[in-house]
């Protein structure tokens, strides 16, 4: 399936080394005044090659609208299609592995699967994919933005440094939630990062998010509920392993009495005095800021020898080359705010 959502459809295509990734996004409303300013800037946020700390391919990153916009950007209520070509692919970096399977990678599944793959940068199964899904969200974003929905992602989490409860405000004073921002912690993640860096090895991460501004009534009280909506797209991403919303693994510890959300008088000014159940009860959204968080597996990639088994099983120890990040987390927050996007936008179409 190369497809997210029915009523607003992402449909992707593109291989990390082939000519172009790109997309075509269906059933955007007619009308939408899109700021191609604030797309190129979410885009900006995943792109590679901006810092020591994440993969040095350097593409621009810059996307070719084919259609469904005028030239003065408003949507026309056709299906958007754009490209991303890539220019700064090294396919020779995988030519050693055309015929070896990378630990902790897809490589042994899509053969497995299809029967063929494309070796060079991990094919479909790249990250570079996920370009596709921040032009997508981008532009449903705009739309988004003039119902007064706000989507907000940000690392809360690297190795064993981060916040223990990233939405402690958002449970004291979920009117107004934000991120709790400690310059310290940042430091010592960022730390986390440089030295996995340096040791030629790698690290994972969590990914915290806020949705402001849902009225109550989105979801499906069985299957399809909102936080199963959710966890779908966002456990699509290639590192996912695990998803989490409101008090998440916490809840298990707690009794009843602790995890209860009691109404306000009036539902003012809010319709919750706190937010424990992350704005979702029996699948619905119940008018409170959603918030959850998926946890990110470290890159499988690392500059090592490792042994590989060839198609036959035979084990060979390779030394992996190419550009990869020493943590995916650190450009995914942008990736799960699109996720986010797209999967709001259909149950509000």
């Known amino acids: 399936m190369n497809r997210l959502g029915d009523k607003i459809a992402l449909t992707t295509f593109g291989e990390s080394h082939g000519v172009a990734m790109g997309g075509i996004l269906d059933g955007m409303p007619a009308g939408i005044h899109?700021?191609?300013?604030?797309?190129?800037?979410?885009?900006?946020?995943?792109?590679?090659?901006?810092?020591?700390?994440?993969?040095?391919?350097?593409?621009?990153?810059i996307p070719e609208i084919l259609s469904g916009v005028t030239k003065d950007?408003?949507?026309?209520?056709?299906p958007i299609g754009f490209i991303f070509r890539n220019s700064d692919a090294r396919s020779k970096d995988y030519s050693d592995l055309e015929c070896l399977y990378r630990p902790n990678h897809a490589d042994y599944c899509y053969d497995k699967k299809y029967g063929i793959r494309d070796a060079r940068g991990g094919g479909r199964a790249s990250?570079?994919?996920?370009?596709?899904?921040?032009?997508?969200?981008?532009?449903?974003m705009q739309w988004l933005k003039t119902l007064g929905i706000e989507i907000e992602a940000r690392v809360t989490q690297i190795g064993k440094s981060g916040y223990e409860d990233p939405f402690k405000s958002v449970r004291e004073t979920p009117e107004n939630p934000v991120f709790i921002v400690d310059e310290s912690i940042e430091e010592k993640m960022l730390s986390e990062v440089e030295s996995a860096r340096m040791a030629c090895d790698s690290i994972g991460?969590?990914?915290?998010?806020?949705?402001r501004g849902l009225p109550a009534g989105l979801g499906e009280p069985v299957f399809g509920k909102l936080q199963a909506k959710l966890a779908e797209a966002v456990m699509s991403l290639n590192a996912a392993k695990g998803f989490e919303y409101g008090l998440g693994d916490i809840a298990a510890s707690m009794r009843g009495s602790e995890s209860l959300d009691l109404f306000n008088p009036g539902f003012q000014p809010m319709p919750l005095q706190t937010n424990k159940n992350g704005g979702i009860l029996g699948g619905i959204s119940n008018g409170m800021p959603i918030y959850f968080s998926v946890y990110l597996k470290p890159t499988p990639t690392?500059?090592?020898e490792l042994p590989m088994p060839d198609s036959s099983g035979k084990i060979d120890i390779i030394r992996v080359?190419?550009?990869?990040?020493?943590?995916v987390a650190l450009r995914a927050p942008v990736i799960v705010e699109s996720l986010a996007a797209i999967t709001i936008a259909n149950l509000l179409k």
């Open 34 to 61: 899109l700021d191609m300013n604030e797309v190129q800037e979410m885009i900006d946020r995943r792109r590679t090659g901006r810092s020591l700390l994440t993969s040095q391919r350097k593409e621009s990153d």
């Open 73 to 78: 950007g408003v949507t026309l209520g056709t």
């Open 127 to 140: 990250a570079r994919e996920t370009v596709n899904w921040v032009m997508g969200g981008a532009l449903v």
């Open 205 to 211: 991460g969590r990914v915290s998010c806020i949705i």
């Open 302 to 304: 690392i500059s090592r």
């Open 321 to 327: 080359e190419g550009r990869h990040d020493p943590c």
